[in-house]
């Protein structure tokens, strides 16, 4: 196995796996969202403000950001109308997941497209500063493994049961 197939798994773990991600079997970003129900989407923790449907839009204008930049033309601005296609508010559960796995898979078919001795070239960065690939690549990993915990907690904290299985 090369370093870019051992990274297209990493990248792969933290978003859809391992353990079965439609079942919530999985500590990854859809084995997450797999166990929120629709009426938690658009929900706030008490004292909270950010939602599930707030997190998955961040994650999923991250993953068009890196991707513009490391391998893309670098245009897309955080202003950008286009950059996210819904308010958070008014985002589609499934649309608004749907168009978050996209953006991964384009990220992932870039990486994985990408020969080994690429790893520790510079890429750009939508903040100016040029980042090996491989770095690049371990903060979109982080990232989706960060937000999948993030999401984990609020949905927990929405339906009360906020407590280790064993407490």
């Not at 994985?112 to 520790?120: G, M």
Request: net charge negative; glycine share 8%; aromatic share 8%.
């Amino acid at each position: 196995m090369t370093a870019v197939d051992e990274l297209v798994h990493i990248l792969e773990d933290a978003y859809a796996g391992p353990g079965n991600a439609e079942t919530g079997e999985s500590q990854s970003m859809l084995g997450n969202l797999a166990t929120v129900p629709e009426e938690l989407w658009p929900a706030a923790p008490p004292g909270g403000d950010r939602t599930i449907a707030s997190i998955v839009l961040h994650v999923g204008s991250c993953l068009v950001m890196y991707d513009e930049y490391a391998f893309g033309p670098g245009r897309k601005r955080w202003d950008d109308r286009d950059l996210v296609p819904w308010r958070p508010e008014e985002a589609p559960m499934a649309e608004a997941i749907g168009w978050m796995t996209a953006a991964h898979r384009r990220f992932v078919d870039h990486v994985a497209a990408l020969p080994d001795d690429e790893l520790d070239e510079p890429r750009p960065t939508n903040w100016g500063e040029p980042l090996p690939t491989r770095s690049l690549i371990s903060i979109i990993a982080t990232h989706a493994a960060y937000h999948a915990g993030e999401i984990n907690h609020i949905r927990s904290l929405l339906r009360g049961d906020d407590a280790w299985m064993w407490s």
